[in-house]
């Protein structure tokens, strides 16, 4: 299985960007991103899974976006309106089935993850 963020870079307050995650090796039924900023913990940013549903960490709740194409085995995090504190390396994770709505959230509900891709906000 194999995981591959890309998308990421340098863009100025307010700006967007879009993220994509191209899975191979498998099939998934839930996929999330997370973020990890300087010196802080690894954070839960959003999640989907196969059935639709989809889940927001409060601080990018309205600005955020999560999407995925299961026919590619591919899922996009559209960000809009970034903050300078959204700056981190955002990491795709997947499981091969539906990770129950409780535990989305958790870094341990993932299998497999991606080896990340720099997002800065800077002016």
């Known amino acids: 299985v194999q995981l591959v963020e890309s998308g990421g870079g340098l863009v100025q307050p307010g700006g967007s960007l879009r993220l994509s995650c191209a899975a191979s090796?498998?099939?998934?039924?839930?996929y999330a991103w997370f973020r990890q900023g300087p010196g802080k913990e690894r954070e839960f940013v959003a999640g989907?899974?196969?059935?639709?549903?989809?889940n927001y960490a409060d601080s990018v709740k309205g600005r955020f976006t999560i999407s995925r194409d299961n026919a590619k085995n591919t899922v996009y995090l559209q960000m809009n309106s970034l903050k300078p504190e959204d700056t981190a390396v955002y990491y795709c994770?997947?499981?091969?089935?539906?990770?129950?709505?409780?535990?989305?959230?958790?870094?341990?509900?993932?299998?497999?993850w991606g080896q990340g891709t720099q997002v800065t906000v800077s002016s």
């Open positions: 989907s899974r196969y059935s639709g549903s989809t």
């Open positions: 994770a997947a499981h091969s089935r539906t990770v129950i709505l409780s535990s989305m959230r958790r870094i341990s509900a993932y299998d497999f």
């Open positions: 090796g498998g099939t998934f039924g839930s």
